[in-house]
């Protein structure tokens, strides 16, 4: 790859350098015009240095920089035709969907049975806008019933009634039969990311929640958010408090959906060798089913301002959901590192 505009910018401020030290050197001529020859003889040796070794340096900086941007280049372009072919695979019409069909899943550990899970979320949208490729995947697995909890009723806008709907019709796009949606209408709760959640009384929610359900796993928001949204960090540290105080069932695993940086989050299926290296667990969506999950994003018609339509668009949250295991082990080492920090 021949990257001849690079080299024509180097050469330019090789230039525009090399007359730079051209005038200030006539200036400096005239200005000690009456010092002695041996002087001038001093200053025009080391100008005549110093503009060897500027050219010298600029031609090796022109040469090595073309070259490390033709290996990024060159790099870039293998990462993205790499993850093309993975979503490819995602494709139940592909000759390769079978060999890869574990790609398409969820993958949790083997030995841990998941029939029975319970979603909590604190808005209504969040189980479609963060949440869409998980709650498909699961409630396309015929032994698996899936539960939502939310913990607010979307009263922000005060339109607590039409999210409520929305929240309804969303979960149907989804897989979720209405009878498995529940919704907190709690005044200590509301949709307000100036109000802080008390942890104990969210705790107190999903401890209840799993304990009359039975459930077997619980998935949320990890200590970010995701989106650094305040009631999604609560709803991780209350169910991580019911984790460390011993609280949960045994047999109830507890799993956290990953928060990533902005570029990632917003380079849509181009994030999927990042996910499949870099995550434990994860589930990946074709096409054609995170088109159903636009289509549940789009039944929160309140919710759907233009920044909306470009998320559902490059997200790769509407594509790609990547998953961790929270143990007690894990969140005493958090809570060790907060110590420390602070």
């Known amino acids: ?121 604190s808005h209504p949208d969040d189980e479609c806008m963060f949440f869409g490729p998980l709650i498909y995947t699961l409630t396309h697995r015929s032994s698996c019933q899936v539960y939502v909890l939310c913990l607010s009723n979307g009263n922000y806008e005060k339109q607590a009634q039409l999210r409520r709907e929305e929240l309804w019709r969303s979960c149907e796009m989804l897989g ?30 999903i401890l209840h929640t799993v304990e009359s359900l039975d459930i077997q796993a619980i998935c949320t928001f990890d200590r970010d958010g995701v989106s650094q949204h305040p009631n999604h960090s609560a709803v991780y540290f209350a169910a991580a408090s019911l984790c460390l105080a011993n609280l949960l069932p045994k047999e109830c695993k507890f799993y956290t959906l990953d928060s990533i940086n902005i570029l990632r989050k917003y380079i849509s299926i181009f994030d999927l060798l990042c996910t499949c290296c870099i995550s434990s667990y994860w589930c990946i969506l074709g096409w054609d089913e995170a088109a159903q999950i636009r289509r549940a994003m789009r039944e929160h018609k309140s919710q759907m301002k233009w920044f909306r339509w470009l998320y559902i668009y490059f997200s790769r949250y509407m594509f790609i959901n990547s998953l961790r295991e929270v143990n007690l082990a894990d969140i005493e080492l958090e809570m060790q590192i907060d110590d420390n920090t602070f």
Not at 43 to 66: C, D, G, K, M, P
Not at 186 to 193: E, G, Q, S, V
């Open 1 to 121: 790859m021949k990257l001849s505009w690079l080299n024509q910018v180097f050469e330019l401020i090789s230039a525009s350098t090399l007359q730079l030290y051209e005038d200030s050197g006539r200036f400096l001529h005239q200005f000690v015009g009456n010092q002695t020859q041996s002087l001038i003889l001093l200053q025009e040796t080391w100008r005549a240095n110093v503009l060897h070794w500027a050219t010298i340096s600029y031609r090796r900086f022109s040469s090595t920089a073309i070259e490390a941007l033709e290996h990024i280049i060159y790099a870039c372009l293998v990462y993205l035709l790499v993850c093309l072919g993975i979503f490819y695979t995602t494709r139940s019409n592909s000759p390769l969907w079978r060999w890869c069909k574990l790609i398409n899943n969820v993958r949790f550990p083997r030995q841990h049975k998941l029939e029975r899970v319970l979603l909590v979320t």
């Open 176 to 205: 979720v039969p209405a009878a498995n949606i529940i919704m907190v209408n709690a005044t200590n709760l509301p949709d307000d990311p100036n109000v802080e959640w008390k942890a104990p009384v969210v705790a107190n929610l």
